[in-house]
């Protein structure tokens, strides 16, 4: 009999707030008249898109536009951007700078909206000067910048006479239905632009960074529903991941952890990936292949102690523990590929996987990290340096863990761990 759901299972297996994404409309209910000129760039030329080169009053962007909502109140797998708020040491750097400084200046925004309408339209030096009104309720989206929106937003009620001080935006329209029909473009654009400058959570550019076929193979593979005994509903993987880096009640891993461990079960690297992903049989195999493995690999964990916390506690809970350690789930991909390369070199390999070898991951002591199978094996070690002893895990022992595991499963291990 499967046991109560409780608040962190309800959530996991609900969709509803994935699905509760809105458009971003004119705050005030306003359309907004903007000059801009027309401009030609590569998403203008092979896309729907077309793009315009604009400059707006500080006073029209607060007004008009707003942040996209943050991961605790929209679903990461519908987001565009990176969580934004005052508290963030980017935007309090900001608020400091314009504070101290009169001379200040500011680098342009990106902003993505589903329609706008070319009002004039005046040939000037080989380009064209076009004045733009944006619907009230035309939907837009900030790409890049959501900071310095956030910053303008606070520095105006401490400074309201900054209102007509005026900022780049490279406005795209997609001219689609709603901005949803254009995330691919928006998510790409967000990679591209933050690509090499100062980066976002890698696991943020790894989850919108469509172009590479090895995001798209985590994006496939993350939809992959998980049974879990005692859980009446299968759990999709990508509710377990954290998409924007920052774990909350539920989540195991972020992306790039996620990403690391699968690198390690197919014994390569992204860029690696990457090549032989884009060959389509090697895609599909290798998607078949993980989407066998964490489906049965993640219910052999004790999913339902961690999940059993409150909310509130989730996170010290999760520090606990050892199978939410990244090295632990970089460990598991090393085991799945001992587990591949023993079947070929099996004598009589009938081409099957001995996935009941992995059985036996229900038997290993997964929610601490002070059990003498880790600290016999020197995967973790007591610090009695302070007032209380800390138990850590060894820096770069996933070969470690791995080979503990290997053991309790029976399972040869790799040549390379």
Not at 6 to 22: G, P, Y
Not at 377 to 394: A, F, L, P, R
Request: charged share 25%; proline share 4%.
């Amino acid at each position: 009999m499967n046991a109560p759901q409780n608040e962190i299972v309800h959530a996991l297996t609900n969709d509803s707030f994935t699905l509760s994404m809105k458009p971003i409309l004119s705050p005030i209910n306003e359309e907004l008249f903007i000059s801009a000129f027309e401009a030609t760039e590569g998403l203008s030329r092979y896309t729907t898109c077309d793009v315009y080169e604009a400059c707006v009053t500080w006073r029209d962007l607060a007004d008009h536009f707003e942040c996209e909502a943050n991961s605790n109140e929209l679903d990461e797998a519908v987001k565009h951007q990176r969580d934004v708020s005052v508290t963030d040491s980017r935007v309090k750097g900001m608020l400091k700078y314009l504070n101290d400084r009169t001379d200040t200046l500011f680098p342009s925004l990106i902003i993505f909206v589903n329609e706008v309408e070319v009002v004039e339209s005046l040939p000037f030096n080989g380009m064209s000067l076009v004045k733009l009104r944006l619907p009230s309720e035309a939907s837009r989206l900030v790409c890049d910048g959501q900071g310095r929106l956030t910053t303008i937003k606070n520095i105006l009620g401490l400074k309201p006479e900054l209102a007509s001080s005026t900022i780049g935006v490279k406005f795209i329209c997609t001219n689609t239905e709603s901005l949803i029909d254009a995330s691919k473009v928006i998510r790409q654009a967000f990679a591209d632009v933050n690509g090499n400058t100062r980066k976002p959570d890698a696991s943020l550019s790894i989850g919108f960074d469509s172009a590479k076929p090895f995001s798209r193979l985590l994006t496939e593979l993350l939809e992959t529903p998980i049974q879990i005994s005692g859980v009446d509903s299968p759990i999709v993987l990508r509710k377990m991941i954290a998409l924007n880096g920052k774990i909350k009640a539920g989540q195991l891993y972020t992306l790039k952890q996620f990403s690391a461990s699968i690198c390690a079960l197919l014994g390569a690297t992204e860029a690696q990936l990457n090549k032989e992903c884009a060959d389509t049989e090697t895609y599909e195999t290798s998607l078949v292949i993980l989407r066998k493995f964490y489906s049965i690999v993640l219910p052999k964990f004790p999913l339902l102690t961690l999940w059993s916390a409150a909310p509130s506690e989730y996170i010290k809970q999760h520090k606990k523990m050892m199978f939410t350690r990244d090295l632990f789930l970089r460990a598991i991909g090393h085991l799945g590929r001992s587990l591949f390369e023993e079947q070929l070199t099996l004598d009589d390999a009938d081409g099957s996987v001995n996935w009941a070898a992995l059985d036996a991951l229900s038997e290993i002591p997964l929610c601490t990290l002070d059990d003498p199978i880790w600290l016999k094996s020197q995967v973790c070690w007591k610090d009695d340096s302070g007032k209380q002893s800390v138990v850590k895990i060894y820096k770069g022992s996933d070969k470690k863990i791995a080979r503990v595991l290997c053991q309790k499963t029976r399972v040869f291990p790799a040549l390379d761990i």
